[in-house]
């Protein structure tokens, strides 16, 4: 079965520092795709990263970065340089190749203090 | 620019009312889907359809329907709003690939008195 796990409810960090939002995921498929999404209070979903099983660097996007541990099934998000409009739940999610659907977390709801 | 409209961003229903929350893609997405968002219990699949007229049941279809007559459409249906089914909709569709990310529509606030 697959299953995305985010153990964080919620997470504060200071303006200006690097915050790390954990995922963790199960599946039986020899190939799959995590994603991350943030949604801030408007509502509307945004993709900020992807990360293919089989790539073998960790993906970056700016002021975000995945890191993949593939043997511990985690992958979590890194965001750097924290902004205040950086406040907003963000969703973990997975695909599983040939698959028809995706996986999602309960979400972490992050907040940037000034 | 890619999107996912909704129909309807803020809804106000009564108790017993037929609700209609309508999407369109303009991707020429394959798979559409429609999520319901509660605080803290993350995104539930309601029903997705991976083809025109096709459809399958999520976690949580228990009195919800849906219609995709077209490929771009794919309209979620509350055949007797209940309050428990006040929540933010959530309508998504996404293409072949493994690379393919989700696109979301902006969310449906449906309030259910």
């Known amino acids: 079965a697959q299953k995305i796990t985010q153990t964080q409810p919620g997470m504060f960090v200071q303006e200006k520092e690097a915050v790390t939002l954990d995922c963790t995921y199960d599946?039986?498929?020899?190939?799959?795709?995590l994603f991350w999404y943030k949604q801030p209070s408007s509502g509307e979903m945004i993709f900020l990263i992807y990360?293919?099983?089989?790539?073998?660097q960790n993906a970056t996007e700016g002021r975000y970065s995945l890191n993949f541990q593939k043997a511990r099934k985690s992958a979590n998000l890194v965001i750097s340089a924290s902004q205040l409009g950086d406040s907003a739940m963000y969703f973990c999610?997975?695909?599983?190749?040939?698959?028809?659907?995706?996986?999602f977390g309960t979400g972490t709801s992050l907040t940037v203090i000034p | 620019d890619v999107k996912v409209t909704q129909s309807s961003r803020y809804l106000v229903k009564r108790t017993g009312e037929k609700v209609f929350l309508e999407c369109v893609q303009d991707?020429?997405?394959?798979?559409m889907f429609w999520y319901r968002q509660d605080p803290g219990l993350g995104l539930r699949l309601i029903y997705f359809?991976?083809?025109?007229?096709?459809?399958e049941k999520g976690d949580i279809p228990e009195g919800y329907s849906v219609s995709r007559e077209k490929k771009e459409r794919f309209s979620l249906i509350l055949e007797s709003a209940s309050t428990n089914q006040t929540s933010m909709y959530l309508c998504?569709?996404?293409?072949?690939?493994?690379?393919?990310?989700?696109?979301f529509g902006e969310g449906s606030w449906l309030t259910v008195v």
């Open positions: 999610a997975m695909r599983g190749i040939g698959g028809n659907q995706f996986y």
């Open positions: 599946t039986s498929d020899p190939s799959y795709g």
């Open positions: 990360q293919g099983s089989y790539d073998q």
């Open positions: 991707m020429d997405h394959e798979n």
């Open positions: 359809s991976y083809d025109v007229k096709m459809k």
């Open positions: 998504a569709s996404f293409g072949r690939g493994p690379g393919n990310t989700i696109y």
